[in-house]
T-cell receptor, first 105, second 112 residues
């Protein structure tokens, strides 16, 4: 099956800082999603982005399908951005291991 | 209504019990999913229903039995579970498979 690698595994930021999370995948895909899981376990869909660039407020994402990677940008981070960020890829929406983000006040 | 509702939120069951998890959505989505998530791990796909038919079963043990009675409702029937089955069980839906999931808040299952 498809392999999904996310980096970095852990990230600690001060409030207001910017960050970039990466998702690499092993095969061509027509489906890629980014999710945020909050400390209570709720998974929120941030982007459905099989290719191209999308922006939603302080978040944006870019997927370069030909090079098999996607990036999630978080600008001006807030403490409420803390949690685990997952990318999910492919027809079975295989999840990467996630990036755990901690934003300190 | 843009929610996926899962009940119960918490469940403790013995290894000889039979219980069911319920998932409901009223967004007109035609694909519904069950995922299992262990602590500190990513969600793992269990089942996919597309247009009320089971389309993917990820070699899940038969003690987990899914059911899709109609396009809005998804059940997961549990029987003779093991303690290692304790996990967060997540339901999701999407307009069609496999695009743009909306997840429910999950059922935290403990098997004793």
């Amino acid at each position: 099956g498809i392999q999904v690698e996310q980096s970095p595994p852990d990230l600690i930021l001060q409030e207001g800082a910017n960050s970039t999370l990466r998702c690499n995948f092993s095969d061509s895909v027509n489906n890629l999603q980014w999710f945020h899981q909050n400390p209570w376990g709720q998974l929120i869909n941030l982007f459905y982005i099989p290719s191209g660039t999308k922006q939603n407020g302080r978040l944006s994402a870019t997927t370069v399908a030909t090079e098999r990677y996607s990036l999630l940008y978080i600008s001006s981070s807030q403490t409420t951005d803390s949690g685990v960020y997952f990318c999910a890829v492919g027809g079975k929406s295989t999840f990467g291991d996630g990036t755990t983000l901690t934003v300190k006040p | 209504d843009t929610e996926v509702t899962q009940t119960p939120k918490h469940l403790v069951m013995g290894m000889t019990n039979k219980k069911s998890l319920k998932c409901e959505q009223h967004m007109g989505h035609r694909a519904m999913y069950w995922y299992k998530q262990k602590a500190k791990k990513p969600p793992e796909l269990m089942f996919v229903y597309s247009y009320e038919k089971l389309s993917i079963n990820e070699s899940v043990p038969s003690r987990f039995s899914p059911e899709c009675p109609n396009s809005s409702l998804l059940n997961l029937h549990l029987h003779a579970l093991q303690p290692e089955d304790s996990a967060l069980y997540l339901c999701a839906s999407s307009e069609t498979h496999p695009y743009g999931y909306t997840f429910g808040s999950g059922t935290r299952l403990t098997v004793v």
